[in-house]
């Protein structure tokens, strides 16, 4: 019957499972709630909370040695939903989907979609590190605990204060400072690694700013300004993401880009330079596109070519 007492019990109904429904969604994302504050967030009695909390979400709700109530523990994931963002910003994943909301991400891991799924993300890339777990654990304890660590590297013996692992482009680092100087070191390259927990430092927030700042493994105190012309059959993969550091553009008339960077090393700017060849040419400095030329034509000289080859790679005009 669609009685005024009727309607009423319906309502109430109503609000119940709605607050319900959110003091569950609070406790599933891992937070631990306050009845007060809850009280207050819904505009009822403490005591709706506590029935609430201790009977209609009973084995559910648990509460803390404090008095603030969590989800209990058999009623929990193995990882609990709110770690799924915190994991998408550890891997570099953040940004990889045009939402990075909680409920956009649980919706692509539905596995009741998993079949012909819509969405795929290639992997990139990775060196295995398949035995290296131990040195990886060593390091990372060592980086927490502020330990400094020994090794050689490169058949040297170096003594390092660690800051950071850092995965790049499908390769782990450790960002190290030696001496005075911030340095990267392939993991992978590390050998008789030992943490000396006698040696403890204390970080230099410098270094840590530094690291956070960048977006390549080229740890340098300057950079040097360069300038690129970009031909318009290429432009397109300069302008959807950045290729370089600190990289910007300008897009000129016929459709080519002036692009400036800031790079750390030569031998950080050629790879890409010689990717693209002959798209892209070094503009300034002037230096750096007569050391491209001359590597071109030491390489067509050791392979045979004739130098005429050599010659059509030239300076042009920004």
């Known amino acids: 019957m669609n009685t005024p007492a009727a309607r009423r019990t319906s309502a109430k109904g109503e609000k119940l499972a709605q607050r319900l429904a959110q003091i569950l969604a609070q406790l599933h994302r891992g937070d631990i709630v306050d009845k007060h504050r809850l009280a207050r967030d819904f505009e009822v009695d403490v005591r709706t909370i506590e029935r609430d909390l201790g009977e209609r979400l009973y084995g559910i709700a648990e509460c803390t040695p404090e008095g603030r109530w969590q989800l209990a523990h058999a009623a929990r994931a193995l990882i609990p939903a709110s770690h799924l963002g915190v994991y998408a910003r550890l891997a570099g994943t953040e940004h990889l989907f045009p939402d990075n909301g909680l409920g956009y991400l649980l919706g692509l891991l539905d596995t ?18 398949q035995g290296l777990g131990p040195q990886f654990a060593l390091l990372q304890r060592a980086i927490e605990k502020h330990h400094e660590c020994r090794f050689t590297y490169k ?106 960077a800031h790079v750390s090393h030569l031998n950080q700017l050629l790879p890409v330079v010689r990717y693209w060849l002959p798209h892209v040419r070094i503009v300034q400095p002037l230096a750096w596109h007569q050391a491209l030329v001359h590597g071109l034509e030491q390489a067509l000289a050791k392979w045979g070519a004739g130098s005429q080859c050599a010659r059509a790679v030239s300076p042009v005009d920004a």
């Open 112 to 129: 009741r979609k998993s079949v012909g799924h819509a969405v795929r993300v290639q992997p990139m890339p990775s060196e295995d590190l």
């Open 155 to 260: 058949a040297k013996p170096r003594h390092v204060q660690p800051y950071r692992l850092i995965h790049n482009n499908g390769v782990w680092y450790l960002a190290a400072a030696e001496g005075r100087q911030l340095k990267s070191f392939s993991v992978a390259r590390i050998q008789s690694l030992q943490s000396d927990e006698a040696s403890h430092f204390t970080p230099d927030r410098r270094h840590h700013d530094y690291i956070n700042r960048k977006e390549d493994m080229w740890f340098a105190t300057d950079t040097k300004e360069v300038l690129l012309r970009v031909d318009s059959e290429v432009a397109h993969y300069f302008v959807r993401r950045a290729i370089l550091p600190r990289q910007q553009h300008r897009q000129d008339a016929d459709g080519s880009l002036l692009v400036t």
